[in-house]
């Protein structure tokens, strides 16, 4: 069976629950990977881990190498991947708390190292991506989301936006107009990426805030780190659920 890899996004650092085995920090024609990748078991099953944002958080989204992240699953045996990503709530299913398997995604990125193709190449590969994220490892998510009850979406449209800013209102209405559901700063390229080295990938995003002009308010760091902390186990859940099924 495929090994399969996760990449956790802010507020998770580390898997805690993993049983060690190595860990490894690559070298990549594309530089350093964002930490060591680390091999070892959770719930009973082998698995790597690699945190996008380093551990302890230190790489902001518009920094994070993801193409030497990428790259060193691959080299470490990742046969799928799984992302975990906190994003802010668009569409109004979408509250805080509520995870969402994503099914698409709209590139709001520029200047970002999005492709393996560039440099000196012997040829480009237009990669297709009209479905981005791989239906297997998206069935297994919503089963286990299924399974232990938890408030999810099935599908959704993730944004993904530059930042490290939050969106101003007017840029969230025409995310809306344009079908985005949610809001995230590292959706991309890194699913682009595992397709270019054909991985299956797969996106289970948390949702932490509601996105700008979605609340009365403005958004607070400190109302995202809360709702980190109270959805970071339910995420551990479903990876668990994924694992094992
Ligand atoms: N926008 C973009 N990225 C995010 C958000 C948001 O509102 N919340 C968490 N990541």
Redesign the pocket.
Known sequence: MAVHAIIGG?GLTQLEGLTLKEERLFDTPYGAPSAPVLSGEYAGRDVLFLARHGHPHRIAPHQVNYRANLWALKQAGAGAIIAI????GIHAAMGTGHLCVAHQIIDYTWGREHTYFAGDIEHVTHVDFSYPYDEALRGKLNAALQVLGYPHSSHGVYGA?Q?PR??SVAEIVRMERDGCDI???TGMPEAALARELDLPYACLALV??P??GKSSGI?TMAE?EEALAGGIDKVKQVLAHVLVA
């Open positions: 802010t990503n906190a994003v802010g936006t930042g939050l969106e809001v995230g700063m932490v805030n996105a700008a958004i995202i």
